[in-house]
């Protein structure tokens, strides 16, 4: 293959280059090398003593949920350098404890098949070369972020506010592909599967589904391209789908096979996990049955302060800067609000530049404390289809879709 810079002046070679993990220790679950470095930090609710670790391949200090199969959350600080998430630092979640350490980009085959007319078994460069690149800015946030705020709590990974990242994901476009299958009339919806797999026979297999139109978008990408460089094997080595504006949970990595289906996908992971209630914003009292579920789907605004933290102190009649991300979830920011009154009174902060519409925002604003005591500053997104964060927290029992209103307390002095 040739070393041809592309218009990104980023070469295939880089997106191709082969990823051995095998014997890192955090892959294979060698605890005793995790445990090496015991570092903790605490997150902000009850049990939320969590150890930090650098022993997961192609990742910097993280936060460890679960080693195997591994869940790492990004430490709430990295978000306060910028729109991007560096790729050493973005989360990571998995289902299935067998995922592939050792993955020659050469030898790698991405199978369309199904209801089509030509099923394909594209390489990785073929997909590099026959399709047109294309790039998008896109925020990717479990559906489970921030679950262990709940109150009362769920079961399911705990994380605090790190399982989200923003990236900017470089790929091909999944209608070109599907369109280069044809795909044959009475097709409903699309599935996805990657290379990890459960360890027991008895584990569904991890399969996720779209609606052919949303599949057809021309914004669902197969994305090779992470941040300009190849994906981390954790974030879904060689390619990965990104399904702008949606939960992350469809964004499936190590992607090797897409279905076309002539039916709606009843598999475990699209009919009993990740289902949310059919009530508005998917909220339900602890003791509520009886409501309808759907499966989950479109992100929801949220905003927050990144550099000042619960129980700062800040300077009575001093000027303090304000600054945060926010994204607007399935389009884009129109306003951030905050509050130093508890709600009562809002005030609009600056934005920063616009990377597109499924980015994080960054936002700016300044303060000037009057008087010595607690305060407690509110921060909520305004999306561009009206939607606003909520002052009071929604719940359900999956612990998904958090998106309330974040406050930080501060000392003034
Ligand atoms: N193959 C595969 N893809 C997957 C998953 C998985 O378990 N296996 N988990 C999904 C879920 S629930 C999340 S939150 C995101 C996490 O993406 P990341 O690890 O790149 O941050 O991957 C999604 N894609
Ligand atoms: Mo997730």
């Known amino acids: 293959m040739s070393e041809q810079p592309d218009h990104g002046g980023i070469s295939r070679r880089r997106f191709l280059q082969a990823a051995a993990l095998a014997g890192s220790a955090g892959l294979t679950g060698g605890v005793a090398a995790l445990g090496a470095q015991a570092h903790t930090t605490r997150l902000p ?67 369309v098949r199904g209801h089509v007319g030509k099923p394909l078994s594209l390489g990785l460069d073929q997909l590099m070369s026959d399709f047109e690149r294309v790039e998008i800015a896109a925020v990717n946030q479990c559906s489970g972020n921030s679950r262990g705020f709940f109150q009362p709590r769920v079961p399911g990974g705990q994380w605090a506010n790190g399982a989200m990242g923003c990236a900017r994901w470089t790929g091909v476009r999944l209608k070109d592909v599907l369109d280069r299958a044809g795909v044959n009339a009475g097709a409903v919806q699309v599935r996805f599967n990657g290379m990890d797999s459960g360890t027991l026979q008895a584990t569904p297999d991890f399969l996720k589904s779209l609606d052919l139109e949303h599949a057809r978008d021309g914004e669902v990408m197969l994305a090779y391209g992470m941040n300009g460089e190849q994906l981390p094997v954790l974030n879904g080595f060689p390619l990965r789908l990104v399904v702008p504006g949606w939960y992350s949970t469809y964004w499936v990595k190590m992607l090797d096979d897409i279905e076309v289906l002539d039916k709606v996908d009843d598999n475990y992971w699209m009919a009993k996990a990740y289902m949310i209630p059919d009530t508005p914003h998917a909220s339900v009292t602890p003791e509520q049955t009886g409501f309808k579920s759907v499966p989950i789907n479109r992100l929801v605004p949220r905003s927050f302060i990144t550099n000042l933290h619960d129980g700062d102190k800040v300077l009575s009649g001093h000027d303090v800067a304000l600054r945060g991300i926010a994204f607007g979830g399935d389009t884009g920011v129109k306003k951030v609000l905050w509050s130093s009154d508890g709600g009562e009174h809002w005030l609009e902060a600056g934005l920063e530049e616009d990377q597109g519409k499924y980015a994080f925002r960054r936002w700016n604003a300044r303060l000037t404390p009057a008087k010595r005591g607690d305060m407690e500053l509110l921060v909520k997104a305004i999306n561009t289809h009206g939607t606003e964060q909520p002052l009071a927290p929604n719940w359900n029992g999956g612990g998904f879709m958090r998106n309330v209103a974040e406050r930080t307390r501060l000392v003034v002095t």
């Open 45 to 111: 609710f009850a049990n939320g003593e969590r150890e930090l670790t650098r022993a997961f391949p192609q990742k910097g200090e993280m936060i460890l949920l679960r080693t195997r199969p591994p869940m790492l959350e990004t430490p709430f600080d990295v978000f306060d350098h910028g729109v991007f998430t560096p790729n050493d630092r973005f989360f990571v979640r998995w289902h299935l404890a067998y995922i592939p350490t050792r993955i020659d980009a050469r030898a790698f085959r991405l199978n």
